[in-house]
């Protein structure tokens, strides 16, 4: 009984010594501006991917009087993609949908009141969605003060922080404002095959001159290089 506490005390001794507080934290293994630059890169190769625009907090600004809640849609590169837009207009808080499909260099619509196809010409579309990629990617390419956010590094997945200009966003939201800084935050995977693919992307702050600045709209991405077929509308 006489040895059972000197021995307890050198147990917590060496539990101490041990402890997480002399633990060496593990080093990035590349640069956050690496990784960007990789994924941006890994984006050009791609021949199809899927898409959802959505808004955590605020709404995705669509056209003079309409707003998005959620843009989705797939692409094939590098000219077709199809798209399904859920909304509403601003005056009459009324329900929105709307698909729209570029297919052989012709847009259609559907008419948000019968839900029939028409030929639209491309000035009537506010967005090119079939550039998405490389939009995606210049996004990252555009970034500053790049970092890793708190163990937001491994072997095969990365999550990294970092601010943008609201007009380097314009290619995926609607009329963006000018030198509004924007915060941003990427996850990123490897993926076997295909690359480093930015799965996910936080957009926080004021993109359109009419935001709040606690805004929050979510990009996700995925279903990279899966088959797909887009179908011609009937009309």
Known sequence: MKLA???????????AACGPGDETP??????PTEILNQSAEALLGLETLTFALSNESGNIPLMTGVVANEISGVVDMPDEVSVKIKGEVDVFRAYLELSVVRKEGIYYLTDPLTGEWR?????AVPFDLT?????????????TDAAYAEGGYGEDSWRITGKVLSQEISGIIYNAGQDHEVGLEVWIRNID??????????????????????????LTLGGFNEPVTIEKPPI
């Open 5 to 15: 506490l000197p021995f307890a005390a050198l147990l917590l001794l060496f539990a």
């Open 193 to 218: 095959g295909i690359g480093l693919m930015p799965e996910k992307s936080r957009i926080q702050g004021r993109v359109v001159d009419t935001d709040a600045e606690n805004y929050v709209r979510i």
């Open 26 to 31: 593990t080093p990035p293994p590349r640069p």
């Open 119 to 123: 030929i639209v010409d491309e000035s």
């Open 131 to 143: 550039n998405v990629g490389i939009n995606v990617g210049n996004i990252m390419k555009a970034m």
